[in-house]
């Protein structure tokens, strides 16, 4: 039982993970094979925009699901294993969890206000324009924050694979 909980756990961990990874793909992707589809270099940012934004909202979700399935099963095992033991992964993975609602729930409303603000094409507009300004700074804001959690779920995924004392029962 104890394996198999083990497992399932890291391979939740490692869905949200893998995902996060492939959301790299999908960004790269976006921005540079969109662009030369379209006549217009504003439209076709903004088209790879919404795939990728798109595609946030789904990895967001996933994450949620993941996240809270491992800490589940690692509040399961917690009660087989000593505690301590899965302490230090499960505080990640709440961190990446945090992280994830922080982004979805206060930096992509803003980016889609600010984006709206200028007209909804944000390459349409100089550098220069306060609703430019303002996406461009949450877009760099939630690079780095789904960067963090990208790093956290490395470190929690590497903790994983650690062996684990059994519980001594009374």
């Not at 940012?45 to 399935?69: D, E, K, P, R, Y």
């Not at 993975?93 to 600010?114: D, E, H, K, R």
């Not at 324009?129 to 949450?138: T, V």
Request: charged share 10%; glycine share 10%; proline share 5%.
């Amino acid at each position: 039982m104890r394996n198999l909980l083990g497992t399932l756990s890291l391979l939740f961990l490692g869905v949200w993970l893998g995902a996060l990874f492939f959301f790299g793909v999908v960004a790269y992707v976006a921005f540079s094979v969109l662009p030369p589809l379209f006549p217009d270099h504003a439209a076709a940012t903004h088209a790879a925009g919404l795939v990728v934004g798109g595609s946030l909202n789904w990895l967001h979700s996933l994450g949620f699901i993941c996240g809270v399935l491992f800490l589940l099963l690692t509040l399961i095992l917690s009660r087989l294993i000593h505690w301590h033991s899965y302490m230090p992964q499960a505080v990640l993975v709440v961190a990446m969890l945090v992280l994830t609602a922080f982004s979805q729930l206060y930096i992509i409303p803003q980016m889609n206000t600010a984006r709206d603000s200028v007209g909804g094409e944000i390459d349409a507009v100089s550098a220069t324009n306060p609703g430019r300004q303002i996406f461009d700074r949450l877009h760099v804001l939630s690079t780095r924050v789904e960067g963090t959690v990208l790093v956290c779920g490395v470190f929690a995924f590497l903790l994983g694979g650690r062996p684990q004392k059994m519980r001594q029962l009374p």
